[in-house]
């Protein structure tokens, strides 16, 4: 990837008011036209078919480009919702963030967490003491976007995370916003799980913990899911944090550890 010559693009689908899809990508110029054409396709293969497919591609021309490390990646093999919550309630405690600033997360991401208790485009941010919502747009949040993987480092946890038995995009995908979203300034954890109905996975990351998935955070068939963005509102700079989520391209360029999935017991033993 010649880092003087990237595009940014960017998919949002919606159908109504109600977001569909969407997604973020990093592009050489040969890549452009494919990359756009399967973010149409994926658009379009969602089960409510949007009305509107919006694609917006920059050139990010001398806009500097940070490179990260993926977050390591381990998946904590809780058997269901409640022990999976329970443990990434168990973490995020564990990273300093209240119980009343979790319990109002889960209620969120639970009910919907639009205003009208649908999904969000965006993620929320919440302030990680007093659980008070700080995203200036409730109904919409903050899109993370200009994020990738270079080619070669795609490569590379695609096969790492294939050697562990995950194998669905979505991984490799939620791995590069996660890892971006952890580097910004003022953030102290995310939590986050899909909103895809048959897709009950989710994570709970940040730099120290690294990357760790719950196989079911959510019940089969439940159309909401959604991110949190715990920050630490005393050393937080809210334009500086929004800028960084969403204008400054980073790419990933090595992947981090993945280890095998480990028991509950033993993750928390150590
Ligand atoms: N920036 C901020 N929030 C976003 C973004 C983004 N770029 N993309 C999605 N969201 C929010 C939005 O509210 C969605 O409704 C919600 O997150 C879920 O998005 O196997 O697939 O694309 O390790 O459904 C996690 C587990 C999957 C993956 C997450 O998210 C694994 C996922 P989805
Ligand atoms: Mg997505």
Redesign the pocket.
């Known amino acids: 990837m010649d880092k003087n010559l990237l595009y940014s693009i960017r998919m949002r689908a919606s159908s109504g008011n109600r977001?569909v899809s969407?997604a973020?990508r990093i592009v050489s110029p040969n890549k452009l036209d494919s990359a756009v054409q399967a973010l149409v396709t994926r658009a379009r293969c969602k089960k409510v078919a949007p009305d509107k497919i919006v694609v917006t591609i920059e050139d990010l021309g001398n806009i500097p480009i940070s490179t990260l490390t993926a977050l390591d990646v381990v998946t904590v093999n809780t058997p269901d919702m409640t022990t999976g919550r329970s443990a990434a309630l168990r973490i995020l405690r564990s990273l300093g963030i209240s119980q009343e600033s979790i319990a109002t997360a889960l209620d969120l991401l639970s009910n919907g967490a639009t205003p009208d208790g649908r999904?969000?485009?965006?993620?929320m941010i919440i302030d990680s003491q007093e659980g008070k919502r700080l995203e200036p747009d409730h109904e919409r949040?903050?899109?993370?976007?200009r994020f990738d993987w270079t080619d070669e480092a795609l490569d590379t946890i695609t096969g790492k995370l294939a050697a562990t038995g995950?194998k669905?995009f979505?991984?490799h995908?939620?791995?590069a916003?996660a890892t971006k979203v952890a580097h910004a300034p003022g953030m102290v954890a995310e939590l986050?799980?899909?909103?895809?109905p048959d897709?009950t996975?989710?994570?709970v990351a940040s730099p120290s913990i690294g990357y760790v998935?719950f196989p079911i955070l959510k019940l089969q068939e439940d159309p909401r899911?959604?991110?949190i963005f715990f920050v630490d509102r005393n050393t937080l700079d809210m334009d500086a944090f929004i800028h960084y989520l969403q204008l400054e391209p980073v790419l990933i360029v090595d992947s981090g550890k993945c280890r095998h999935s480990v028991e509950p017991e033993r993750y928390f033993a150590n």
Not at 192 to 196: A, F, L, N, P, T
């Open positions: 977001h969407g973020e999904n969000m485009r965006g993620a949040g903050v899109r993370v976007s995950l669905h979505r991984t995908e939620a791995l916003l986050c799980w899909s909103d895809e897709y996975a989710g994570y998935r899911g959604g991110r």
